[in-house]
């Protein structure tokens, strides 16, 4: 891409004209350059400076308080315990859906009948809104009607029905986070298995002449070639799973062993209308967000040549 | 192939199909029952004797729970509807001239597009609301309109601008020395030629804000906008509606984007693909 200096050069084919001013291509991007300025830099410029204010719904004169929000932040209880919460459900949810993606990929990577109505089931998940998910999924952990409890006691392995969400932290995070990785996986997949048909067959002809089972042939060839298509997964799964709002919200409430962050931004601004805190805890999950992201880059991201 | 792999092959299908599609028979399978059977222990595994009264009770009854699922419903294809609008005609605007021309801050613009990507999309919650509450846009259809289009046209000019440069140039050229204007150029040979991208973006442009929650939870303060996430989001939170009628909410809600992501996943995962990997 070079620097568009050159405004105004002549169509090619056209005779050439005195030069002037070219507005077209302003015109062209001014409707997405207003929006972008508008609804996405100007806000997020203003989420930075707005963190480090006191911001009061009764009290207009916003006035600079330093990390005043921060330290709030850090003295709140349920705050504390959802960052706890945030940071299970990236861990379950980046190694979940990033494991089941790969294993996915690989049996799409197949030649087989059907494959391609396989693929059409496989992304329905991820197309569906995750409010409903969080519906489809009470129905399954449910303590009065969820399927799993009427699947273990068909099979005899429960007396009694038994309460699973919001028991304790790690098991309703766990249950929760399942529903969001019912949802990432199928992009997981994707992204992976675009990956996996880029090797060349040939690698996989050199490595069968020198006897190599299946699965070294996996972590010695296959592995290593789809690191980048891995990188991208990881990290579309660690923006989701740091911002989880959707199933939790719908799954366990507000109730403070699956609550997550997001949610609590929203109950403090929204609810508290402590918009100061509000401001600082997105900022955080921000700055959590693009250094999570760039550390998966740098850890797991190769590049590769064939 | 040997032998192992074959197995391995029809255990991971197996296993896609019984992951995806259990939870969501489960709750069709709860959708088709009467409450008194949903509250069966063991559960029915397949409904006893099936009934579409909880579907109509939504769809044609009276009171509270179904006029808002049905007015929810109406919200949620009119602002999506818009929102689908708005966002592939701007983006393709921009996509061709990011693509075609070469202007002062063409860069600039380019990479702000870009950045934003990064970034997560709460981000920017609360100044939005700010923003809306100021202009005097909350809880309208144009409110959450607006907040939607700037949230996917990153991406949807991302794809857009990479289909394009995809696309030869000469015949663009030819159009040129026929005399065509830019503009007609894009109309009469870019648009035609570019089709299935526009598509692409234009369903998962659709399936993104079909999928909205916290936004429209925060834009809209009644039934006039909700869509219909924020409404089955308050239904459940209440604890007043049975698991039956839930069931009929969710499938209602998960029949459009269902049925769009079956029949045309192809340009899904084209979609998704060009705008993910690069």
């Known amino acids: 891409m070079t620097v568009g200096l050159q405004a105004g050069r002549p169509v090619p084919g056209l005779p050439r004209r005195r030069k002037r001013i070219d507005a077209l291509p302003w015109l062209l991007v001014s409707p997405l350059a207003i929006f972008i300025v508008g609804l996405a830099l100007v806000p997020a410029a203003y989420t930075i400076i707005a963190s480090f204010f006191r911001v009061d719904e009764l009290d207009p004169p916003t006035r600079f308080n330093g990390l005043d929000n921060f330290v709030h932040i850090f003295q709140n209880g349920a705050i504390l315990s959802s960052m706890g919460n945030t940071l299970l459900y990236v861990l379950v949810g980046v190694a979940l859906s990033t494991l089941l993606g790969i294993f996915f990929a690989v049996v799409l990577k197949q030649k087989f009948r059907g494959r391609s109505a396989l693929i059409a089931i496989l992304i329905l998940p991820w197309a569906l809104p995750g409010v409903v998910e969080g519906i489809i999924w009470v129905n399954i952990w449910d303590a009065n009607t969820g399927l799993l409890n009427s699947m273990l006691k068909s099979l005899n392995l429960i007396e009694n029905y038994q309460v699973f969400l919001g028991t304790n932290h790690f098991v309703t995070v766990l249950l929760i986070e399942i529903v969001q990785v019912w949802q990432i996986t199928p992009l997981s997949t994707l992204l992976i298995l675009a990956a996996l048909q880029n090797i060349p067959d040939e690698l996989y002809e050199a490595g069968s002449i020198d006897g190599a089972s299946s699965w070294r042939a996996f972590t010695g060839i296959t592995l290593p070639l789809i690191r980048p298509g891995i990188t991208v997964a990881m990290v579309q799964a660690v923006i989701a799973t740091l911002n989880v709002f959707d199933q939790p919200y719908v799954l366990n409430g507000a109730a403070a062993t699956g609550s997550s962050v997001t949610m609590q931004t929203y109950f403090v601004t929204f609810q508290n209308l402590d918009f100061g805190a509000g401001y600082a805890l997105s900022l955080i999950i921000t700055i959590a967000t693009l250094i999570i992201s760039f550390g998966v880059l740098k850890l797991v991201y190769r590049p590769v040549e064939f | ?278």
Request: some cysteine.
């Open chain 2, 1 to 278: 192939m040997d032998r192992r792999m074959h197995w391995v092959r029809w255990i991971g299908v197996a296993f896609i199909l019984l992951w995806t599609l259990i939870p969501i028979y489960w709750t069709l399978n709860t959708s088709l029952q009467t409450n008194a059977q949903v509250t069966a222990k063991p559960a029915y595994y397949v409904p006893p004797t099936p009934t579409l009264r909880n579907f109509a009770t939504l769809l044609t009854g009276n009171g509270d729970v179904p006029d808002s699922v049905r007015q929810s419903l109406v919200n949620i294809i009119i602002e999506c509807a818009a929102a689908t609008i708005v966002t592939v005609v701007i983006s393709t605007l921009a996509a061709y001239a990011f693509a075609r021309m070469r202007f002062r801050g063409r860069q600039l613009l380019f990479y702000a597009v870009l950045a934003t990507m990064a970034f997560p999309a709460y981000t920017t919650l609360i100044p939005i609301y700010k923003i809306m509450t100021g202009l005097g846009l909350v809880n309208t259809y144009t409110g959450i309109v607006l907040v939607y289009v700037s949230g996917f046209l990153p991406l949807a000019t991302w794809i857009l601008y990479n289909y394009m440069s995809s696309l030869p140039v000469s015949i663009e050229e030819a159009g040129q020395v026929d005399g065509a204007s830019r503009m007609q150029v894009l109309w009469h040979l870019v648009v035609p030629l570019a089709r299935p991208g526009i598509i692409s973006t234009a369903i998962i442009t659709f399936l993104f804000a079909w999928g909205q929650f916290l936004f429209p939870l925060v834009l809209s303060s009644d039934i006039s906008t909700e869509p219909l996430t924020v409404v089955i989001a308050s239904l459940q939170g209440r604890h007043v509606v049975p698991f039956s009628l839930m069931s009929a909410a969710g499938i209602i809600a998960i029949a459009i984007p269902a049925v769009i992501a079956v029949l045309l996943n192809r340009y899904i995962v084209n979609g998704l693909l060009s705008g993910s990997v690069k």
